[in-house]
Structure formats: C-alpha cells, structure tokens
C-alpha cells in the first residue's frame, strides 16, 4: 500500500503486477479491499491499480462537498506518479461517477471504462432530495444508517444466502468517517450528467446491471445506451455483481480487458 497527497490531501493506494494498466474504483461506502480477489486474478496479465477514493478506506477527506472531478483528479494523481500514461477503468458505482468524470477531464489517459452498477447520468429530483434524506439520517445515527445502506445493495433473495458476504461489506462501511460519507452524498448529488460520453465512441465502455438493483432502475439505465456502441451485461441480481455474480464476472471482465 503506498500514499501520495493530492491537494494536501492523503490518497492510499495499491499497485501490483505488469502490463496495461488497470485502474479499479470502489463505490460508496466501499474501499480498495472490495477488489482483493480481482487484483489477485487480474494482476496475473496486467498492471492493477486499486485506489482509496477521497474520504473513504485509507484515504483522507478533501472537504464538505467530494466532487466527482475531485475524485479523477485523484486518480490522475496516482498515474502521474506511477508514470502511466494510459488505462482502462472499472467503476462500482460511485467509483463509475468518478471513472466518467477521468475520461472527460483526461481522454487521452482513457483507454476503456466499466460502469458497473454504475450510470452515466445525473441524479433525478427526487434522487437529490434521498442524497439530502441520507444525509440527515447518517447525521442522526452512523451505525443504523450504513447498516441498512449496505443490506439494501443486495437484492431481496440474496440477503440470506450472501449474509456473510452482507457482513463483511458492512464492517468495511463501517470504517467510512462520517465526514466521508456526508462528503461523497453531496458530491453524487451535484454530479454531471456524462450520457454524453457514451455516444462519442472515443473508447470501449462495458456497462454492467443487475434487473434487480434496489439502487439503479434497470429499464431507466437501458435508455441511456440506445443508439451507443456500449456493451451490455445484465445479471439478474442487484447492485452487487461483483459478489452477487462474482464467478460470471471475472471472465466477462477478463475479455473485456483484453
């Protein structure tokens, strides 16, 4: 694990294996320890970077507001100090708001990008005013807030059958500073709309749901691809592919990378 500051601020990071270079980005409430099993499986061909978004894991909060530009210009940090001149990103999430914020502030480092259980576009009226909600209730109680936070990711029928994966994801959340979490809610809820980027064909981008997110509408999330040269891999699970569907994942992204 290795730190650099990006304005003043610590950014914690990993770094293994050779090759392209692969950059994976962890969603809300998550940190770089999500991946372990992927960097392991993936650093066997590549160069894979696995980084601390601000605020969350190993990473030190910016402010009261982490803007998705923040969140790229922290990841540029980390490339510009590994000397990678280009790579491909996986985005869980949160981490894919971050990914499409890299690729507009940095398209010639942007080699190919997954949004998994992620979207391009802004939030709605009404996401806003849930982002606002959350912020409210984590104020009032941490513990509740991400413990219902972390169950609802998963769909209903996976609850029991995943509880100690559901468990473990929870005792991460739960090393999240509450000035994190307040941070990133305000930042996900100013976030651009990047549809945009979908249909500029400048790179591949591989878009990955479940149809039963509790947290992403499926059908809403097709509309943002038609008449895109987006890939498309629908689980029939939730907003967890990379547990709830995590031996169909690895070969999809394997080939994706390739």
Request: charge should be negative.
């Amino acid at each position: 694990m290795k730190n650099i500051l990006y304005k003043n601020t610590k950014i914690s990071f990993t770094d293994s294996g050779e090759g392209n270079a692969i950059v994976l980005l962890h969603g809300f409430l998550e940190n770089k320890t999500m991946w372990k099993e992927y960097v392991e499986l993936f650093s066997k061909k590549y160069r894979v970077i696995t980084i601390d978004l601000l605020g969350h894991g190993e990473s030190d909060c910016l402010g009261y507001v982490h803007e998705m530009e923040d969140n790229a210009g922290a990841v540029n940090e980390v490339l510009e100090y590994l000397k990678i001149e280009k790579a491909a990103i996986l985005g869980h999430s949160m981490g894919g708001y971050a990914a499409l914020a890299f690729a507009e502030l940095y398209p010639e480092k942007t080699q190919k990008i997954v949004l998994q259980n992620s979207t391009s576009k802004e939030d709605s009226a009404e996401k806003k005013l849930n982002r606002t909600r959350a912020i409210k209730a984590v104020k009032q109680n941490y513990v509740n807030f991400v413990s219902l936070a972390i169950a609802n990711l998963f769909s209903e029928n996976n609850r029991t059958r995943l509880a100690d994966e559901i468990e473990k994801v929870r005792e991460q959340a739960l090393k999240t500073p509450l000035q994190g979490i307040i941070a990133s809610l305000e930042g996900m809820k100013i976030r651009k709309d990047r549809e945009w980027l979908l249909h500029e064909n400048r790179f591949s981008v591989l878009l990955i749901l479940g149809k039963k997110d509790p947290v992403l509408n499926y059908e809403e999330n097709l509309a943002q691809i038609e008449d895109t040269t987006v890939e498309l891999i629908s689980f029939e699970d939730g907003h967890m592919s990379h547990i709830e569907n995590k031996e169909e994942l690895k070969p999809i992204l394997l080939d994706f990378f390739n």
